[in-house]
């Protein structure tokens, strides 16, 4: 059920439908948190809408999962630039936010 939860989120998330897309991918999510795709995609949802909250909390819940000292330097990092971006320019958001699941 999760995983066609998660499709339905990215085909709404490729169709920039981004409330619904993410409705399904928290559904997804609530159905089995270890679908990491679904992590990745309310991340670029978030980024998507500058919701930085949302990406955060995926990039947290990712860095939890993956239990990596790497994976946990690169969500580090990424939380860090996510703390600069809600202060940033909106040119500086849209590159940052090409980043895709």
Known sequence: MALA???L???????KKYDRAE???RQ???TDSNLLESW???ISIGL????YEEAREGLLHMRQAMNNK???KLIDE???????LSQASPASVRSFSQIQP
Not at 9 to 15: A, D, L, P, R
Not at 78 to 84: D, E, I, K, P, R
């Open 5 to 7: 939860q998660y499709y």
């Open 9 to 15: 989120g990215k085909i709404n998330y490729i169709q």
């Open 23 to 25: 409705e399904y991918v």
């Open 28 to 30: 997804a999510s609530q």
């Open 40 to 42: 990745l995609l309310l």
């Open 48 to 51: 998507q809408q500058t919701k």
């Open 70 to 72: 790497m994976v946990s």
């Open 78 to 84: 990424q939380l860090s630039t996510l703390a600069s």
